[in-house]
């Protein structure tokens, strides 16, 4: 094979690996599921996220009342999330949790919504 056309195969190759793995980004997109309240009714949330490679940035409920995340962490090595914010009427919101089925497009994070040091189960899935 010649050089030029060896160049074309490893860029081409770099290429469909790089495309790929931008779907790879396990947060990022768009997050609709339920919390379940104190009186054990369920609470539609969704949740925006964007994974930068270390830090978990974005929202709960995007619109006018959206909650921004003050901080976020994904740790690859076990896949849990932990994401903090702060409610307009000041109550702490921290949702810890693990992300599953991975390899799906419609993979799902589940685990522990926690208000003001009160836990509640919740389940998002991706869009």
Not at 63 to 80: E, K, T
Not at 90 to 119: C, N, Q, T
Request: with cysteine.
């Amino acid at each position: 094979m010649r050089q030029g056309a060896r160049w074309a195969v490893l860029i081409g190759i770099c290429a469909a690996a790089r495309a790929f793995s931008q779907e790879g980004f396990p947060l990022d997109g768009t997050w609709r599921g339920e919390w379940i309240n104190a009186d054990g009714m369920p609470e539609t949330v969704v949740i925006v996220m964007r994974w930068d490679g270390e830090h978990v940035n974005g929202m709960i409920n995007p619109g006018r009342n959206a909650v921004r995340f003050s901080s976020g962490v994904l740790d690859p090595a076990d896949w849990s999330v932990r994401i903090e914010a702060t409610a307009p009427d000041s109550r702490r919101i921290s949702i810890e949790g693990k992300l599953r089925d991975i390899g799906s497009y419609r993979r799902f994070i589940e685990g522990a919504w926690i208000v003001d040091g009160v836990v509640h189960g919740f389940k998002v899935v991706r869009e």
